[in-house]
């Protein structure tokens, strides 16, 4: 089956920007551009000052802003169905949309867990009319994410999903897990694994280190992460089955799945953009903010994730986007669940901390944000002729103050809040459609990306 995304439906675009440098790093495009774009497709692409606008299209004046291709995040929590109260699949969307992502894969760790062809059904149902970006779906690997029975995973498939992960819990048994890649081999799409081993993490709410035995916290140890990578690229490699390691967070991680890689196994990894830019030093706020599973660890293991960035050891970027209510994190650290909202500062984020300290090149950034189309076998949005418009439209000289705003997430929980970044979005084109424009491209008027 060709794996489909879903959203609802909406005008498509009638939009000419221009004087935008467009840099899409797969096209091999660098350079100011005007974009035409008609009928929700890039109609056109011409010197700046080339382009004219049909009588029906609004104008959007980008010079001196950068537009890339869509963002694509791999790996989000809507939270629906179940947890509305932390974020639903409008809120989600329109927090993926405000930070240039043109499409999100939701992880099925909801409740009830999406593990049956039933929950998925009315969840696509419900992305059809709630999506302002289009959402894949992931289905669990076991029922109830229990680790003990497989879901019928051939059928999930024919209803939709990408592919099948237990994330929020490791796949405990090995023997499991290895029929589990049996089943893929057969029902195709891709087994993505949140690897932990829990009798190593036990009751750890931290990285295991200097700052959590300075607090008194209990610690989760890199090797809690590494050693079931290292188990599960075997497994993957002597079943040939389609493994993606979910949020790798530390070097040892990174050193079996080079390996992996080398050694010909069909593994691909992924890695966040708080691992790449915070340390477990942040904790020492004790701002439950900073929590989140696997933890933010050492400089060590952060250099080693934008070195491995860099290298295609990782393959794409994935905030692994996770809203929990205030009432549910404003506790003490060590009662406050994991996770961080990600998909509203991802990208000023690396900009800020990598491209800017001169860690990692701009257009590294944007292929590695838009590499996630490709693990679950879908198109990479790319700015040329006859595309679907997946258009970022970004500011680099522009600053701002996370948080400052109201967040597009219906959640707060964000570890980069109250953080200066540089690097703001301002429209964001999804399938076609104007998923999001900045307040000041409204206020500035033009009435331009009205339409
Ligand atoms: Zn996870
Ligand atoms: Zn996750």
């Given at each position: 089956m060709i794996p489909r995304l879903y959203h609802r439906p909406a005008t498509p675009a009638e939009l000419l920007v221009t004087g935008a440098h467009v840099l899409d790093p797969r096209a091999d495009l660098d350079e100011p551009h005007d974009i035409l774009i008609r009928h929700g497709h890039v109609a056109e692409l011409g010197s700046p000052g080339s382009l004219s606008a049909p009588g029906s299209a609004g104008v959007l004046d980008a010079t001196g802003k950068h537009a890339f291709p869509g963002f694509v995040d791999p790996h989000v929590h809507l939270r629906t169905p179940g947890q509305e109260y932390e974020e639903d699949l409008d809120s989600g969307t329109a927090a993926a949309a405000a930070?240039?992502?043109?499409?999100?894969?939701?992880?099925?760790?909801?409740?009830?867990?999406?593990?049956?062809?039933a929950i998925l059904d009315s969840l696509i149902e419900r992305a059809g009319r709630q999506a302002r970006v289009p959402v894949g779906f992931l289905a669990s690997i076991t029922r109830g994410l229990q680790g003990e029975e497989l879901t019928e995973m051939a059928e999930l498939r024919d209803a939709g999903a990408l592919?099948?992960?237990?994330?929020?819990k490791p796949v405990v048994s090995a023997g499991l897990l290895r029929k589990a890649l049996q089943y893929q081999r057969l029902a195709g799409g891709v087994v993505a694994l949140h690897e932990e081993d829990p009798a190593l993490s036990g009751d750890g709410v931290m990285h295991e280190g200097a700052v959590s035995a300075r607090f008194g916290l209990a610690g989760i140890p890199p090797l809690s992460e590494s050693t079931m990578v290292a188990r599960d690229a075997a497994l993957a490699r002597y079943e040939d089955a389609r493994?993606?390691?979910?949020?790798?967070?530390?070097?040892?991680?990174?050193?079996?799945?080079?390996?992996a890689k080398q050694a010909g196994a069909r593994v691909t990894g992924e890695a966040c953009p708080h691992h790449l830019t915070l340390t477990d030093d942040v904790v020492r706020s004790l701002d439950s903010r900073f929590k989140m599973n696997p933890p933010l660890r050492t400089e060590h293991d952060r250099r080693a994730l934008v070195q491995a960035l860099r290298s295609g050891v990782i393959d794409c970027i994935a905030t692994d986007h996770a809203p929990h209510a205030r009432h549910e994190k404003e506790v003490p650290f060590e009662q406050a669940p994991m996770g961080t909202t990600g998909l509203e500062t991802a990208f000023a984020a690396l900009f800020t901390e990598l491209v800017l300290a001169g860690e990692l090149e701009l257009g590294r950034l944007v292929e590695r944000m838009t590499a996630g189309a490709a693990l679950y076998g879908l198109a990479t949005p790319r700015i040329a002729p006859g595309e679907p418009a997946n258009i970022c439209v970004a500011d680099l000289e522009a600053s701002f103050e996370v948080g400052a705003e109201r967040y597009?997430?219906?959640?707060?929980?964000?570890c980069f809040h109250r953080r200066t970044l540089r690097g703001r979005v301002l429209l964001t084109l999804a399938a076609g459609q104007v998923a999001f424009r900045a307040r000041m491209l409204t206020e500035a008027g033009a009435?331009?990306?009205?339409?």
């Amino acid at each position: 089956m060709i794996p489909r995304l879903y959203h609802r439906p909406a005008t498509p675009a009638e939009l000419l920007v221009t004087g935008a440098h467009v840099l899409d790093p797969r096209a091999d495009l660098d350079e100011p551009h005007d974009i035409l774009i008609r009928h929700g497709h890039v109609a056109e692409l011409g010197s700046p000052g080339s382009l004219s606008a049909p009588g029906s299209a609004g104008v959007l004046d980008a010079t001196g802003k950068h537009a890339f291709p869509g963002f694509v995040d791999p790996h989000v929590h809507l939270r629906t169905p179940g947890q509305e109260y932390e974020e639903d699949l409008d809120s989600g969307t329109a927090a993926a949309a405000a930070g240039g992502f043109c499409a999100v894969i939701a992880m099925p760790n909801t409740s009830p867990v999406v593990d049956d062809p039933a929950i998925l059904d009315s969840l696509i149902e419900r992305a059809g009319r709630q999506a302002r970006v289009p959402v894949g779906f992931l289905a669990s690997i076991t029922r109830g994410l229990q680790g003990e029975e497989l879901t019928e995973m051939a059928e999930l498939r024919d209803a939709g999903a990408l592919g099948f992960t237990d994330d929020g819990k490791p796949v405990v048994s090995a023997g499991l897990l290895r029929k589990a890649l049996q089943y893929q081999r057969l029902a195709g799409g891709v087994v993505a694994l949140h690897e932990e081993d829990p009798a190593l993490s036990g009751d750890g709410v931290m990285h295991e280190g200097a700052v959590s035995a300075r607090f008194g916290l209990a610690g989760i140890p890199p090797l809690s992460e590494s050693t079931m990578v290292a188990r599960d690229a075997a497994l993957a490699r002597y079943e040939d089955a389609r493994v993606h390691f979910l949020h790798i967070s530390c070097a040892e991680s990174l050193d079996a799945l080079a390996q992996a890689k080398q050694a010909g196994a069909r593994v691909t990894g992924e890695a966040c953009p708080h691992h790449l830019t915070l340390t477990d030093d942040v904790v020492r706020s004790l701002d439950s903010r900073f929590k989140m599973n696997p933890p933010l660890r050492t400089e060590h293991d952060r250099r080693a994730l934008v070195q491995a960035l860099r290298s295609g050891v990782i393959d794409c970027i994935a905030t692994d986007h996770a809203p929990h209510a205030r009432h549910e994190k404003e506790v003490p650290f060590e009662q406050a669940p994991m996770g961080t909202t990600g998909l509203e500062t991802a990208f000023a984020a690396l900009f800020t901390e990598l491209v800017l300290a001169g860690e990692l090149e701009l257009g590294r950034l944007v292929e590695r944000m838009t590499a996630g189309a490709a693990l679950y076998g879908l198109a990479t949005p790319r700015i040329a002729p006859g595309e679907p418009a997946n258009i970022c439209v970004a500011d680099l000289e522009a600053s701002f103050e996370v948080g400052a705003e109201r967040y597009a997430s219906r959640s707060q929980n964000c570890c980069f809040h109250r953080r200066t970044l540089r690097g703001r979005v301002l429209l964001t084109l999804a399938a076609g459609q104007v998923a999001f424009r900045a307040r000041m491209l409204t206020e500035a008027g033009a009435g331009a990306v009205a339409r």
